[in-house]
Each structure stands twice: as C-alpha cells, then as structure tokens.
C-alpha cells in the first residue's frame, strides 16, 4: 500500500507526460507536412517553368501569337494550368506577378510571351494534399487574412508567425498551424498546414488516459499479487527465522543431536555431536546413518524410540552405547524421540563415567580377589592349629605363614588407605633429608629374606652420595613396591639390582630385573590406577594394578619423577629421582 501511492503519483505525471509529447508530436507533424506540401509546390513549379520554355518555343503557339488566334490561345492556358500566355511585344500581366516568362519570338521580333502564374485556389490546394499524401483539411493558403482550403476559404483572426507552430483561430475553431511564405511571387500566398486544436487535444488525452489506465493496471496487478503472497513471503520468514534461532540453539547445546529421516538418511549433525564424535557434519549430512555413523547398527537395535520426549520405560529412555570412532572407543548415552517421520537422536559422551564404573567394578573384584586368598590361608592355618596336634616345627611354618599372610592383608589395607588419601589430597610427606644408601641397604635386606636361591639383590652405589631431600618413610616404600614387583615379575629369579647414582642436583634410584619386562606399548599406561598387564592373573601373579600409581604420586609429592625402560623376556629398569644436595666437587 505504501508503494502504491507513489507509484499511481508516478503514472498520472507518466500519463500527463506523455500527453504533452502527443502534442509536440503534432506540432512536428505539422512541420513535416508544411515540407512535403512545399517540396511538391516547387515540383509543380518547376513542371510549369518547362512547359512554359517548351510552349515559348512551340510553332503552334507562334502561330497563334502571330494571327492573334485568340481560341487556340484560351485552349493552350485551359490544358496548360498554370500558363498565360499574352500576346505582343510589351504584353504584360495586369498586377500579376509572374513566377517565370519566356518571350516567344517571331521574324520580326518578340510577338507575345508565356508566363508562369499559379493560380493559389481550391483546387491547387486539393491537388498538393493529394500528392503530399494529407488529409483534405489540413492544407491551405494563406492570403493576408483569407485562408483558401480545399473544401472553403474563410477568414483568421491574426495571420500565424511562419515556419513556427502557433495557434490560430478561424470562427468559432481553434487551430494548430505552421506557415511558410511562397517566394516568389511576392504577393503569393503562405502554404499553411493546420490541425484542429480539439482534434489533438482528444489524441492527447487519450494517450494519457491509456498510459494511466495501463500504469495503473500495473499497480494493480502489483498490489493484488503483492496481496497475494505477501502470507508466504511473511511465512517463509517467519519460519526462516524460527529455523534460524533453532539451529543456533542446536549448535550451541553441549549434547550432540542428530536426525536421521525415514529413509535412513541423516538430515542434521549438530556442533556438539561434531566435537564428541570428531566426525564432521559435512561427511556426515546427507548419507545414510548405517555408511556414516560407526555403531549405527548397535544404536537403532538398542536405543529405543520414544514417541515424545521424556517419554520411556522407566522414566529414563536413554541408552548406553560403545561406538567405535577411528580406532577410539567411545561410549554414547542417547535417547531417541520420533518426530513425524524423522527421528532425532540426542547423546552425550558417557566414556569417562564409563571408565569410572569400570574402575569401581575392576577395583571391587580385585580387592575381593586379593583378600580371599590371605585369608584362606589364614583361616586354614588357624583352624589346622585348633584341631590338630602338631609337632613344633609344623606349628612354626603355620603361625610363620599366618604372620606373611596377616602381614600382606595389612600391606593391601595400607595401599587402599594410600590411595584414598592421595586422591582426596590428604596424604602426607615430611619434607626432609636422609642417607640414601643407608635407606637403600635396609629396604634390600628386608626383600632379601623374601627370596629364593634363584635370586639375588645386589645394591650398586657411586663412591659418593648427596642426602636427599624427601620423606624417608615415603621413599623406602616405594623402592618396596619396585623390588617387590622386580621379584614378583621374575617368576623364574635372576640378579636384580638396585643402583644409586647421583646425577647434577638429583639423586637417581634404579631397580634393573631380568624378568617379564613390559611392552613399549604399556609402560605408560602401568602407572594408571589399577592397570595390570595381566588383569586376569593367567601368569598366577596376583596384584592390584594400585602399587606404581602410589609410586608415581609419592615421588610427585616429594618433587621427583618416575620412569620405566623395559624390553619384554630381557628385563626392566625402574627409576626415579629425587632433589638431592650437591654432590661436593673435591670428594
Ligand atoms: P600390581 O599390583 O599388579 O603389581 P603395579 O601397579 O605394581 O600393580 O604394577 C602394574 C603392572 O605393571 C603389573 O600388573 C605388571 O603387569 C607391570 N609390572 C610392574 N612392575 C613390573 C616389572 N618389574 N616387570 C614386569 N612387569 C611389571
């Protein structure tokens, strides 16, 4: 509506624009037939000159002029329009002013002459129109005020300027008219062309009113499709822009969401299931799930779909599912809720709490594990020694056997204590100093009585060693904790050895076995909490997977750092280094 108005101001000014160029149009047309009359005026002319010329010259004519044969003379001019013809040596025209003479000689001398005068009536009017081609009442000639047409002759009011349109009146009527004098003669008249003035005002108007009336059949055809789809366009806005807003909430959640339509296809991959998953949208979008999605299978046959959100047995719908992405286990929680014929999927990443109820569930086995055997045994030596008489030495080995496994089930109590106290930040360690070598030398005196022949632990020491700066207590259970594993991982003995050395500011304590070793693939991860190589126990090895964790954690807490080398069936080297005093240059 707001552009109809401008628009109908344009067409009326278009309209009355036109309209004047529909009358200098006939001012122009004035102009051009106000030409072609004068061109065939001069062709009349011109006509005439030569008939004259040839009639000056013609015997019959001569004839004539010389027996004053007045009948054959009157008959020349009758057929010859525009001729005179007057007889004598000083004839002349009585006022007339010829536009040519010709003077017709005989053997003694000028006998008559032939002139060119025109006779400016109706019907020389007649024949220009007809030859310029014009309407019977446009033309006319011009006399002072007497105005000669074909079909009349009256009177104007005042004689127009010529060669430039004006308006003229005549009577009661208004004309449009250009005028040109005739030279020669001089009292020739003008060549006027003429138009009714009302004549070109109704083609003006009506040009106008077709311009307005087809302008405006535009507006209108305008407004009335504007009207038309001007719903849709506001629709397509409106849901462009609702689509909009919802695709920026969508990229902004932290679940991933994604569609997947009847056909199987999936329609949208949002940002978040972009950065959980890794794949990207534009590999995902647009390809059916089971070529796109890793796990796809696994998720339409689990997942159940709820026909509105929240919807589900049991309150939670939601599904716990591994999917494998590029080598990567991942574990997706998802729901799934129809949507006419799409369903759409939202999930979120499930792998750490995953990996958390996995290790509750490895550390509660093991635990379990680790304590049913000392206690079996426990329970056996206790009740052999209730119920059986038995000589000394049996009686020895029993209660010795009672105080190892009663001593182990105290080391797997203090390891879980550890543990607790290391991840809720509680553990403590004394900052001081100590002897290394004098630490070293009890710790391998207490491991030596552990062992077989098959074993032996030697201590290999620099001539001279820095204190350390550490908790004793802290450090000689973790050089425990690598001798133990050194022996326990030997199943079939060898020489361990157990070296200090003190390198720049740090003093280095190695535990070097011949046993197991470790693959390179595993000696980062041995220091997880509860990692085992062997989880199942094949070798008969027990074991937490908790002792290099508390190792690792004790020598962070004291400032140092723990590392394995190790090349599996030729042995592992254990160290780890500690802040230590100088070692003083002259000793
Ligand atoms: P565990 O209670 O199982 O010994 P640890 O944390 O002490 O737990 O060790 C983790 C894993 O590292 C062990 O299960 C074992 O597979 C491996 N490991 C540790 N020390 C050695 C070693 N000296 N030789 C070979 N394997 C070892």
Redesign the pocket.
Known sequence: MLLALPLAVAVWAFGGFAAKRERSNADQELVRNLNSSGSVYDGLFRDARRNANTLARSRRVARAFTRNDTRTLRAIETAHPWIVLVPGKLGGLHGREPLAGFEVVGRRGTIGRVFVVPRFDQDLVGLISDRAGLPSDRLGFLLGSRLVRENGVGRVGAPPEFLRPTDLRMGAVEYRAVAQSLVPPRDAPALITLRKRSEIAAAANDVRWRVIGIGLGLIGAILVTAYAVAPAIARGRLSRQQRDQAERVLASLGDGVFVVDRDGVVRLWNQAAETITGLRAADVRGRRAEDAIPGWTTISTFVPVADRPGEGDGGSSSETVPVDVAGRELWLSIVAVALDDDTVYAFRDATYARRLENLRSDFVTTISHELRTPLASLHGAAMTLREHELPAQTQDDLLEMIAEQSNRLANLVEEILVVGQLDSGSLHVVADTFEPEELVRGVVTVARSRVGEETTIEVGTNSVLPQVHGDAERTRQVLL??L???I???PSGGRIEVELAAVEDRLRFS?H?Q????PVGEQER??DKF????PDQRRG???????????RELVRSMHGRIWVE?EPGQG?T?AFELPAEPVPAAA
């Open positions: 904790n690598l133990d594993n050194a326990k991982y030997s535990v076995d046993g197991l070793g470790i041995i220091f990692y085992r190589l062997d090895i027990g074991g937490t997977g908790l002792g290099l964790y508390i190792c190790s592992t254990f």
